[in-house]
């Protein structure tokens, strides 16, 4: 599966780097997007992203249509040139992410639509696990009225 190399991937960079003594054997990756905030709907990732961490496609897709492309007019014969783009750039690594360059990850678009978790955690064969149904750290309080006996 594709969440099987990529962890491949990003378990040999841990485990080959000498500066560090961790040895990752899972990954935890959030169902919430670091662009909206919110549970994702279309999980992905750049193909050029070397991370498990996906997010939401269509998030993406607005923020960057809704950015402005920030330009510099040079001076010698009125030229415009785009400087400092900062649109398509993934939000997890940083890297060149064009719309056209996005892939849906259909492992977590799977865990997405069939669980309510806000966090996964993959180990090195692909195998994953939910970490948790209700957000960390908060109370979830349920504020609907019980249709059945009431003693008013």
């Given at each position: 599966s594709n969440i099987t190399l990529v962890f491949?991937?990003?378990?040999?960079?841990?485990?080959?780097d000498e500066a560090s003594d961790v040895k990752t054997s899972s990954v935890r990756v959030s169902l919430v997007c670091p662009l909206s905030q919110s549970r994702m709907t279309y999980p992905c990732r750049?193909?050029?992203?070397?991370?498990?961490?996906?997010?939401?496609?269509?998030?993406?897709?607005?923020?960057?249509?809704?950015?402005?492309?920030?330009?510099?007019?040079?001076?010698?014969?009125?030229?415009?040139q785009h400087v400092g783009d900062k649109r398509w750039i993934c939000p997890v690594c940083h890297k060149l992410?064009?719309?056209?360059?996005?892939?849906?990850?259909?492992?977590?678009l799977k865990i997405a639509r069939e669980t309510s978790a806000l966090e996964v955690e993959f180990d090195r064969s692909g195998s994953w696990k939910l970490m948790d149904d209700k957000p960390s750290g908060k109370e979830v309080i349920d504020l609907t009225l019980d249709d059945g006996d009431d003693d008013r």
């Open positions: 491949k991937e990003f378990y040999f960079m841990c485990s080959t750049g193909i050029h992203c070397g991370h498990l961490q996906c997010f939401d496609a269509e998030a993406y897709i607005e923020f960057n249509h809704n950015q402005k492309m920030k330009t510099k007019v040079k001076k010698p014969g009125g030229r415009v992410a064009p719309s056209n360059h996005l892939y849906i990850d259909r492992t977590v």
